[in-house]
């Protein structure tokens, strides 16, 4: 079974940049429509960006023209750019538009002064 391993996180300062990554064995995210989620403490799981098989991509409101979703065949990315405090959250990846695969630990990322 897929398991997906995210990495990248960290402490941030507002306004600095982060560059996520999210691998898997045994499979070619190139296939597959990929999406970023994040969970903020007290709250939902939510999709905040995805990126289809043939490459098209979508993003939450709250993160279009700051983050930019990527992937090439080994992984699937999230540049986050200008960061803000809201932005705090575990982040994972998983696929978009099927059964999601089991969760894995995510990544923290900590937005702050």
């Known amino acids: 079974q897929v398991q997906f391993v995210e990495s990248g996180g960290g402490l941030v300062q507002p306004g600095g940049s982060l560059r996520l990554s999210c691998a898997a064995s045994g499979i070619f995210f190139s296939v597959y429509a990929m999406g970023w989620y994040r969970q903020a403490p007290g709250k939902q799981r939510e999709l905040v960006a995805d990126i289809t098989s043939p490459g098209g991509t979508n993003y939450a409101d709250s993160v279009k023209g700051r983050f930019t979703i990527s992937r090439d065949y080994a992984g699937v990315y999230l540049q986050m750019n200008t960061l803000k405090p809201e932005d705090t959250a575990v982040y994972y990846c998983?696929?978009?538009?099927?059964?999601?695969?089991?969760w894995g630990q995510g990544t923290q990322v900590t937005v702050s002064s």
């Open positions: 998983n696929y978009r538009g099927r059964t999601p695969a089991p």
